[in-house]
């Protein structure tokens, strides 16, 4: 496959795989590494790219991996803070007064989700994956899909009326 | 759309049940001017999944990997012309001549001519350390 192909076929999906990386990492430079590297490794093994079925799909799955190393990483390393542009996941009283922007807040209230429930509310929510689709790419069964679903959703409409309560009271 | 089917499709949707062209049809709804005022929350999420699903990553994908090999060959021509350089320079240097005396005797002669000159300048400079002489003196009259 030459070079111009390959990035014609991974310019349709590359975003997403950003939108992904952004989603779990936090800091935009990150998540640009992130992309990169993944788009690499898929060019050095273009060999084998016909086997795959879905390159997307297969690209996803890297992407979720690639970052739950490097979430791993960070845990392991005992290092809380290491992207620079990251913020707070716990807002102080001032940024709650500050997030006037109700869309910034269901930003800060989905970084606060457990990582499952973050990702498949990334998939399905925002780049649009049907279940089976998200079922495969993450190795996991459609009903716990569901119910991370749920969870994550329930979660944010929770925080959300607790935001809009303290904005009238 | 229909208020009743709205709410039952968000019912659907916080229990993790609905299609993607359902929640594509609630997408459309809440992403619209007008929400009634207790459905306003949900008007803010699925308009950040949508503003979300907007963003773009602004890097360009750099493939190297082929181009670096070029780049490569361009290093190692470039040491070996320095490493060559280097050693011609040096075997130059050491082949050079100043110039030799054939005959020893004139060789000695030469030899004598630049040694005594040396010692000329030398002694002419040691002339005007005679002052130096006075500090003794000066010395000598304080510390006995």
């Known amino acids: ?169 | 759309m229909e208020l009743a089917k709205i709410e039952k499709l968000l019912e659907k949707y916080f229990e993790g049940e609905t299609t993607i062209s359902e929640e594509k049809e609630l997408k459309v709804y809440f992403t619209r001017e007008n929400v009634p005022p207790h459905l306003e929350n949900y008007k803010s999420m699925f308009e950040y999944f949508s503003k979300e699903s907007t963003i773009t990553a602004t890097r360009d994908l750099k493939l190297s990997a082929g181009k670096k090999r070029k780049y490569a060959w361009v290093g190692i021509a470039a040491s070996i012309a320095l490493i060559a350089g280097i050693f011609l320079q040096k075997t130059e240097s050491s082949t050079k001549h100043l110039g030799t005396y054939e005959d020893p005797e004139i060789a000695l002669q030469e030899t004598k001519k630049i040694l005594q000159m040396v010692s000329q300048y030398m002694n002419e400079g040691k002339q005007e350390l005679v002052y130096l002489k006075e500090f003794e003196n000066t010395k000598n009259k304080f510390i006995k």
Request: charged share 35%.
């Open chain 1, 1 to 169: 496959m030459k070079e111009r192909a390959f990035i014609t076929l991974t310019d349709k999906f590359k975003d997403k795989l950003f939108r992904l990386a952004k989603r779990l990492l936090v800091s935009n430079e990150e998540a640009e590494d992130a992309t990169q590297e993944v788009l690499l490794k898929l060019w050095r093994n273009k060999g084998k790219m016909s086997e795959y079925k879905n390159v997307e799909a297969f690209a996803m799955t890297m992407t979720k991996n690639y970052c739950y190393d490097k979430l791993k990483g960070k845990e392991a390393g005992n290092l809380k803070i290491v992207h620079s542009n990251y913020k707070d996941s716990r807002p102080s009283l001032q940024q709650e007064v500050e997030a006037k922007d109700s869309l910034d807040w269901v930003g800060k209230i989905m970084d606060e989700l457990p990582e499952q429930q973050r990702l498949i509310i990334q998939l399905k929510d925002i780049e649009q994956y049907d279940n089976a689709e998200i079922a495969k790419m993450l190795d996991i069964n459609e009903g716990a899909i569901r119910v991370a679903l749920s969870r994550g959703r329930k979660k944010i409409r929770e925080e959300l009326s607790k935001k809009h309560n303290y904005g009238i009271g």
